[in-house]
């Protein structure tokens, strides 16, 4: 069983203190640079800041998955539909935990101002 370490990141230079399995750190690494990369691009293009900039960059990122994911899936007909389709519930779910969780990281960063 692995233990859990902290990593200390910075997104649109604001300073988090993450959670992650030693395995994982380049792997949280790598997405953090993604993550930061698409921040900077929004922030350029809409003048967008703060809460609002991290959830259009999460929802730009789903959409890019969801895509990338279909876009894989289509070259295979022989696969029935249904497989082929998404638990959009799951996907609600999943986005909804992930602002829920950017929320709460940046409610505590701002007791530090």
């Known amino acids: 069983m692995s233990t859990h370490s902290t990593v200390d990141i910075s997104l649109q230079g604001r300073e988090y203190r993450v959670t992650c399995p030693p395995e994982e750190r380049d792997s949280l690494l790598a997405a953090v640079a993604?993550?930061?990369t698409r921040m900077n691009e929004l922030a350029t293009k809409t003048k967008g800041t703060g809460e609002r900039l991290a959830v259009m960059t999460a929802l730009n990122l789903a959409h890019d998955l969801l895509n990338k994911n279909?876009?894989?899936?289509?070259?295979?007909a022989s696969v029935s539909a249904s497989e082929n389709e998404?638990?959009?519930?799951?996907?609600?779910?999943r986005i909804n935990f992930?602002?829920?969780r950017l929320d709460a990281v940046m409610a505590q960063?701002?007791?530090?101002?």
Do not use: G, H, I
């Open 34 to 36: 993604c993550v930061e």
């Open 70 to 76: 279909a876009q894989e899936a289509a070259p295979t």
């Open 86 to 93: 998404f638990d959009k519930n799951d996907l609600a779910r």
């Open 98 to 100: 992930m602002v829920a």
């Open 109 to 113: 960063q701002d007791k530090l101002f």
